[in-house]
């Protein structure tokens, strides 16, 4: 049964005050309509962990897309988008925040890794369906009824202790992504499986179940698992229960060059902003020991060109990069330039851990922190003020500058004039 908790206090300290002027509109229109409204899945079990909320997901006992309508009425809403097959509505408020409704519902399988059947139920059945108790309460939200705990299968019991628990023996069966959403949750709060919960996951893993999954599915969560805080963590449990050479195939699993690789630093954080897609740097980091094997990843998922693109890049741009920086003989900036501008930053780090001289990581530094921000001072205004008819050769000669800049032949703008005159008159 359900514990006797009221979260009201959690709820008014935890939520925003549109949120809670949100939830107050809903749970009116529900308590009207002689409908029950509840709060359900991730922000439950966050607000319970004092984490900070999240969007709010919210499942009617009733009918999803007449309450939707009516709270988007009352709120002004902008857009109203109806689900009749799925019984789920969304509004759009005029701040453009988006708030999804649904119809409690069960889900029939017809057969594993099926898309479910969807049929209108309680509240209960909708918690039953779900992945595990920790994400299996609901808080009501109705008028009168604000904040109490709905939490049929101990799910804040397990939530105390620190267990990952399935409600029932095909969990991982109906639904084989939920084996890495186990992985992602034991690293992420540092939780234990339950035994019989892992004694499934083991099964469903050496099953094959894994592989009845779309791959577009596994991507997902494994942007997922690149999102989280400590993904050193979450791939150590994928190598426990052998699952990560078949999420990642061909990769080599090497826990030391990992541990250098995940253990983010300010710097990180700063490489961060400069990548155009972030989670492809823990691909990157996942193949920096076989990189041939990025071929492999790239076949099988549903990537983007664009994400093609910046893999390709990364492990061609690391491969010569190794062999240059490498090199015995002097170097110059120009060929360091040339060679590291071709490589996208997603793969820097990757690179800058496999480089075990110390003159090889020092010539990584120089590009790093000077050579990829040296441009020429002067400007196409000045090489039109100079009298050069603007064209092509424009790009040619600030080209050029810039590579007599970055070896140190050009100092200044003067000299990058005088360069202009002498050479292009
Ligand atoms: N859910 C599920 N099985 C899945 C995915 C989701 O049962 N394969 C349910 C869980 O109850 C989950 C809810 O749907 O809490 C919402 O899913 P999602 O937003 O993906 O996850 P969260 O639990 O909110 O986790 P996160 O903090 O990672 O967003």
């Known amino acids: ?65 007449v309450l939707a309508q009516e709270v988007g009425k009352t709120l002004s809403a902008i857009k109203f988008i109806p689900h009749e097959r799925f019984k789920t509505a969304s509004i759009i408020l005029k701040n453009g925040q988006k708030i999804d409704f649904s119809t409690s519902r069960v889900e029939f399988y017809q057969h594993p ?64 992504t939920r084996i890495l959403r186990a992985l992602r949750f034991l690293g992420r709060f540092n939780f234990k499986l339950e035994e019989n919960t892992e004694k499934l996951l083991v099964d469903a893993i050496a099953g094959g179940f894994l592989n009845l999954v779309s791959s577009a599915r596994i991507l997902y969560e494994l942007k997922l698992i690149f999102a989280e805080k400590d993904i050193l963590k979450i791939l150590k449990f994928l190598k426990h229960y052998g699952v990560f050479q078949e999420v990642f195939p061909k990769a080599f699993y090497e826990e030391d060059y990992l541990k250098r690789y995940f253990n983010y630093t300010v710097e990180y954080f700063r490489l961060l902003k400069e990548m155009k897609i972030p989670w492809l740097h823990g691909v990157m980091g996942v193949y ?73 990581r020092e010539r990584f530094k120089t590009y790093f922190e000077e050579l990829r921000f040296i441009k020429p001072e002067i400007t196409g205004e000045d090489l039109k003020a100079l009298g050069l008819k603007p064209g092509p050769l424009y790009r040619e000669i600030l080209h050029k500058i810039k590579m007599l800049k970055i070896d140190g032949v050009l100092k200044n703008k003067d000299e990058e004039i005088l360069y202009v005159k002498q050479n292009y008159f």
């Open 1 to 65: 049964g359900s514990f006797e908790v009221n979260l009201k206090k959690l709820l008014d300290e935890n939520i925003s005050p549109e949120g809670q002027e949100l939830i107050n509109v809903v749970g009116k229109w529900a308590s009207q309509l002689g409908m029950r409204v509840f709060l359900v899945g991730g922000i439950v079990r966050d607000l319970l962990l004092g984490h900070k909320q999240k969007d709010l997901d919210i499942v009617v006992e009733g009918d999803a897309l």
């Open 113 to 176: 890794a099926a898309l479910p059947e969807v049929e209108v139920s309680t509240i209960r059945e909708d918690l039953y369906r779900r992945d595990f108790t920790i994400n299996s309460m609901a808080i009501e939200i109705t008028y009168g009824h604000i904040g109490e705990l709905f939490d049929p299968f101990g799910g804040l019991l397990d939530l105390r202790e620190g267990i990952i628990r399935v409600l029932h023996n095909l969990s991982f069966v109906e639904d084989p």
């Open 288 to 360: 920096a020991k076989n990189l041939e094997g990025i071929e492999e990843f790239i076949k099988k998922y549903p990537l983007t060109g664009e994400e093609e693109e910046v893999l390709r890049q990364g492990a061609l741009g690391i491969k010569e990069a190794l062999k240059l920086l490498s090199l015995s003989r002097e170097v110059k900036g120009v060929e360091i330039f040339e060679t590291l501008t071709k490589l996208p930053p997603e793969g820097y780090w990757a690179l800058y851990l496999l480089l075990d001289r110390f003159r090889a």
